[in-house]
């Protein structure tokens, strides 16, 4: 059975910074990615790692945020600096197995204020 368990999330003021981890189990995952979503918004994707170490950003997180991948854990991590106001939302971690199924973890809050 795949499971997707975030966590790290919480209360931080602007400039902090938090670190996300998603704890994926059951299969072999190719691409991890994570995603946000703020209230009355559209989900946004914000990060991409391939198995590989091939990683992407969106526009708004690039040079802020780096995510990384501990193969042998399984576990992928949003490190996330420089954090603003509007980086607030749920975050969520997607793990694509190698035959192609994607499976959602429950999503961890993050709040930027003051």
């Known amino acids: 059975q795949v499971q997707l368990v975030e966590s790290g999330g919480g209360l931080v003021q602007p400039g902090g910074s938090l670190r996300l981890s998603c704890a994926a189990s059951?299969?072999?995952?190719?691409?991890m990615r994570w995603y946000r979503q703020a209230p009355g918004n559209q989900r946004e994707w914000v990060a991409l790692i391939i198995d590989r170490g091939t990683t992407n950003y969106a526009d708004s997180v690039r040079g802020r945020f780096t995510i990384s991948r501990d193969g042998a854990k399984n576990t992928v991590y949003l490190q996330m600096k420089s954090l603003k106001p509007e980086d607030t939302a749920v975050y969520y971690c997607t793990a694509m197995t190698t035959g192609g199924h994607s499976y959602w973890g429950q999503g961890t809050q993050v709040t930027v204020s003051t």
């Open positions: 059951g299969s072999n995952f190719s691409v």
